[in-house]
């Protein structure tokens, strides 16, 4: 089935250490993104891709960082999790840029403690 | 930073039609969005309005546009328990989608 897979489901991870998300789509969309889910703030996003090589900053990108190395994989790492990071991470893709029918990922809870 | 407002919580009986609310802030936006998560689950596109329209509906589901106000709203009609959900409304700004809080929407028999 065509769609966006995100791994781990979810993670425990202690304050300091580093951590990669993975997301990977099959659908060959070139733009990508980075949400993040907290109750009461809906989703915000860290970082986009527009598409393969390029990378940008969203509203809340401190503490994360970003790469595409191809149009499938859009991995976010933090590099020193903090407890503030504890939340849902949403991978999402579009066919295009200003393609708004974003399909999503299923998600990653981390928690930091 | 841009807002876009929702109430957090909405509680509906089986049957009747719920209303959910947003305020948006980017009066440019082209596109206005709904989504609906279900729980454990992603964002799934429930629909959407082109700017220039007042008003759009898709079976059970109405979206009314108040481009004056910055207001748009999705009616579920016949609210179902398989309705309760997370929803979401959108805004496009900058080539990217700008999220509301979400509407937790209750439905009980």
């Known amino acids: 089935i065509a769609g966006i897979t995100q791994a781990p489901t979810s993670q425990i991870l202690a304050a300091g250490r580093r951590m990669t998300l993975r997301c990977t789509q099959d659908?060959?969309?070139?733009?990508m993104y980075w949400y993040r889910q907290d109750l009461g703030l809906g989703l915000r996003l860290i970082h986009y891709?527009?598409?393969?090589?390029?990378?940008g900053k969203g509203e809340v990108p401190d503490g994360y960082s970003v790469s595409r190395a191809n149009t499938d994989d859009f991995p976010l790492t933090l590099a020193s999790a903090v407890p503030s990071q504890t939340s849902v991470y949403f991978c999402?893709?579009?066919?295009?840029?200003?393609?708004?029918?974003?399909?999503f990922g299923s998600g990653t809870r981390l928690t930091v403690v | 930073g841009e807002d876009v407002e929702q109430s957090l919580f909405l509680s509906v009986r089986e049957g009747d039609s719920s209303v959910i609310n947003c305020t948006y802030t980017?009066?440019?936006?082209?596109?206005l969005y709904w989504y609906k998560q279900e729980p454990g689950a992603g964002l799934q596109l429930l629909t959407y309005?082109?700017?220039?329209?007042d008003m759009k509906q898709d079976q059970r589901l109405t979206v009314l546009l108040n481009k004056k106000d910055k207001h748009l709203s999705l009616r579920i009609a016949d609210t179902q328990t398989g309705d309760s959900a997370i929803y979401f409304c959108?805004?496009?700004?900058?080539?990217?989608?700008?999220f509301g809080t979400g509407t937790r929407l209750q439905v009980f028999p």
């Open positions: 999402a893709s579009s066919e295009q840029v200003g393609d708004y029918g974003y399909t």
């Open positions: 659908m060959r969309h070139n733009a």
């Open positions: 891709s527009n598409t393969a090589g390029t990378t």
């Open positions: 980017d009066s440019s936006s082209t596109y």
């Open positions: 959108a805004e496009s700004m900058a080539d990217k989608l700008i």
């Open positions: 309005i082109f700017s220039n329209m």
